[in-house]
T-cell receptor, first 113, second 112 residues
Framework: KAGVTQTPRYLIKTRGQQVTLSCSPI?????VSWYQQTPGQGLQFLFE???????NKGNFPGRFSGRQFSNSRSEMNVSTLELGDSALYLC????????????FGEGSRLTVL | KQEVTQIPAALSVPEGENLVLNCSFT??????LQWFRQDPGKGLTSLLL?????REQTSGRLNASLDKSSGRSTLYIAASQPGDSATYLC???????????FGSGTQLTVLP
């Protein structure tokens, strides 16, 4: 059974650009969550989607957005990139029942120059 | 607001030693607690999930306990091996939000 797949694994952008990251959950999982990991702030929750609906959102500016498709795949977008957006972006999937076990992908490492 | 603390931040032990990693949380009204392992530059690997109604979970050489009333969890690793070297993170689900609150992790080094 394939795990959570994130693409791209690495990317470099410049300030002001935008980026789109993709996440394919484990087959049968309907919930996808996104987290940002930085050395200074650790792991912070971005948002969670279930059946194409955003169920919860963390404390991030509106430049961070996401969506989920009917096949449960999810994308997150960051517009007008800032240096501080450099981070490892992790996607996690779960079956979707409340407070179930989360399974994480390898992450997308974004560097903003 | 839920806060999760992990002590120590780093730990170095010789191979074969049994060890305990600690995790504490401020709000005892949790739904579950999950322990993860993270290797450098990699994603998170789920190790154990303890539901709020459970006291412990075991998987191979790993045993995690949960004491909700005191806001504490421990991860016990038996007969440590160099391959156990990684950062160990605990995370709790609590409140109305479907999200995990993470600790800052314990960086474990097992020396051959």
């Amino acid at each position: 059974k394939a795990g959570v797949t994130q693409t791209p694994r690495y990317l470099i952008k410049t300030r002001g650009q935008q980026v789109t990251l993709s996440c394919s959950p484990i087959s049968g999982h309907r919930s996808v969550s996104w987290y940002q990991q930085t050395p200074g702030q650790g792991l912070q929750f971005l948002f969670e989607y279930f059946s194409e609906t955003q169920r919860n959102k963390g404390n991030f500016p509106g430049r961070f957005s996401g969506r989920q498709f009917s096949n449960s795949r999810s994308e997150m977008n960051v517009s007008t990139l800032e240096l501080g957006d450099s981070a490892l972006y992790l996607c996690a999937s779960s079956l979707g029942q409340d407070y179930g076990e989360l399974f994480f992908g390898e992450g997308s490492r974004l560097t903003v120059l | 607001k839920q806060e999760v603390t992990q002590i120590p931040a780093a730990l170095s032990v010789p191979e074969g030693e049994n060890l305990v990693l600690n995790c504490s949380f401020t709000d005892s009204a949790i739904y579950n607690l999950q322990w993860f392992r993270q290797d450098p530059g990699k994603g998170l690997t789920s190790l154990l999930l303890i539901q709020s109604s459970q006291r412990e979970q075991t998987s191979g050489r790993l045993n995690a306990s949960l004491d909700k009333s005191s806001g504490r969890s421990t991860l016990y690793i038996a007969a440590s091996q160099p391959g156990d070297s990684a950062t160990y993170l605990c995370a709790v689900s609590s409140g109305s939000a479907r999200q995990l609150t993470f600790g800052s992790g314990t960086q474990l080094t097992v020396l051959p």
